[in-house]
């Protein structure tokens, strides 16, 4: 069975520090381009970061950019997302999704390009 299992979430204070995980199960990672998306109540689902199937290539949307890191370690199949200096508009369910597409640096605007996808992880920023 192909799964994805993301952990890390969390409650934090307001410029704490996260780390998501995100696990591949029933396939490996490593040919695949691999993306962070989040959902706040109320709000569509909105693309955070993208990391090409080597590791060599990412991209985010301005609203985590330096603030957020992607990286990946294909030998333990997963992949990660640190969060830093969160701020309470980053309070989400956080989702990591896969697709076998090719990365380009726009992918994460595309979630319906994600084939599989994992159940989620909350992050809440509050104080």
């Known amino acids: ?11 934090v204070q307001p410029g704490g520090s ?3 995980s995100c696990a ?3 396939f490996t990672l490593d040919y695949y381009t691999i993306g962070w998306f989040r959902q706040a109540p109320g709000k569509e689902r909105e693309g955070v970061s993208c990391i090409s199937s080597s590791g060599g290539n990412s991209a985010y949307a301005d609203s ?3 603030r957020f890191t992607i990286s990946r370690d294909n030998a333990k199949n997963t992949v990660y997302l640190q969060m830093n200096s969160l701020k309470p508009e980053d309070t989400a369910v956080y989702y990591c999704a896969a ?9 994460y605007y595309y979630p319906d390009e994600y084939e599989y996808w994992g159940q989620g992880t909350q992050v809440t920023v509050s104080s």
């Open 1 to 11: 069975q192909l799964q994805l299992v993301e952990s890390g979430g969390g409650l």
């Open 99 to 107: 697709t076998i597409l090719p990365y380009y640096s726009g992918s």
């Open 18 to 20: 996260l780390r998501l």
């Open 64 to 66: 985590v950019k330096g």
């Open 24 to 26: 591949a199960s029933g």
